[in-house]
């Protein structure tokens, strides 16, 4: 989240609504530790980033529809072969990102 | 602007090491704790209990540098799997002190500061010590290595460097004296095989003893073939971070022969 600080508050300043992704856990291989963060703002601008470009696109979708809702929730991405995910890493690991609207 | 995110902000603004707890699974998902080292708190987790064992627990992670998720009782219980918090550990920048106001000098500052290093230069000269020939430093001091180790020994530990690259015994003798009585991570110190082969006797008469002589990287970098400024500061700083890692990397103290042997034909 560091390395998005000062667009974040750039954004808050604007009074941009923004929802926060943050990489809390990673299985096998995967491009970023945990505490790896983007953050989407409403208009859809995006400013860091979760893993090397595989699931960004996939993100910003769920980030979106988390500022529409207001409900914060875990989002995973494993292997693309797996059916329940969408997108996934092609280094076949799984990260599980949690997903929230930046109200705090 | 909330004052969780505000404090959050200071900290890491002003380099100070703060926690952030989120709770991701559970009972209250999205309630958030700050941390700081002395077990200070804003905020709640939404049970005083629970707030209790985690911002102990964050203060242990934060003293490690690790984040991750640790898993609670919905009061705090061990054991027990009823909320997931995700704990994120902010450290301040790591240091990285380099001696000797050199060519090569500005290449491994840029490179430090490509890693994310909080980089000082130090060189006893004012004449090469100065804030123009080294923009990217965060700060450059005309000091002799002792004021340095006075200023900046006490807060090294493993993620810090130190770079010698005077290969003059006036200063390098000094710095590495220095350098072996913190706990610094790192110790590079540049000069040839045989530079470094005299500045061996030179420590030894002042005592250095063989447990900090074992510490040096010297040849300082790995063992790629680096020719330029800029390419030795890429060898010194993959060299850091095989160092910190404790990964298998050909150091040049480990290999024979000429440092700058001509590329291998074909």
Known sequence: MKEILSDLDAWRAEGRQVALARVVNVEGSGPRDPGAAMAVSDNGDVIGSVSGGCVEGAVVVE???????????????GYSDDEAFAVGLTCGGTIHLFIEPLDW | MSELYERLREAIVDERPVALATVIEGHNAGAKLVVEPDGDIIGTLGHAELDRIVSRDAVGELAAGRTG?????????????????????????????VFGAVDFTAALARAGKLLGFNVIVADARSVFATVKRFPMADRVMVAW???????????????????????????????????????????????????????????????????????????????????????TAVSVCAEIIANRTGHAAPSLRDSEGPIHRPPAEG
């Not at chain 2, 090294?156 to 010698?164: E, K, Q, R």
Request: glycine share 10%; proline share 7%.
């Open chain 2, 69 to 97: 998720v640790r898993h609670y009782g919905a009061e705090g219980q061990a054991r027990e799997t009823d909320v997931s918090v995700f704990i994120e550990s902010f450290s301040p920048p790591p240091i990285m002190l």
């Open chain 1, 63 to 77: 980030a979106l529809d988390i500022l529409e809702s207001g409900e914060r929730r875990m989002v995973s991405f």
């Open chain 2, 145 to 231: 290595p002792d004021e340095v180790f006075d200023a900046y020994g006490d807060r090294l530990g493993p993620h810090d460097a130190v770079c010698i690259l005077t290969h003059d015994p006036k200063f390098d003798v000094p710095a590495v004296q220095r350098a072996v009585a913190t706990d610094v991570g790192y110790i590079g110190v540049m000069g040839s095989r045989r530079t470094h082969a005299t500045r061996l006797e030179r420590l030894h008469e002042v005592g250095v003893d063989q447990k900090g002589i074992d510490r040096l990287m010297a040849p300082i970098g790995l063992d790629i073939g680096s020719r330029t400024p800029e390419e």
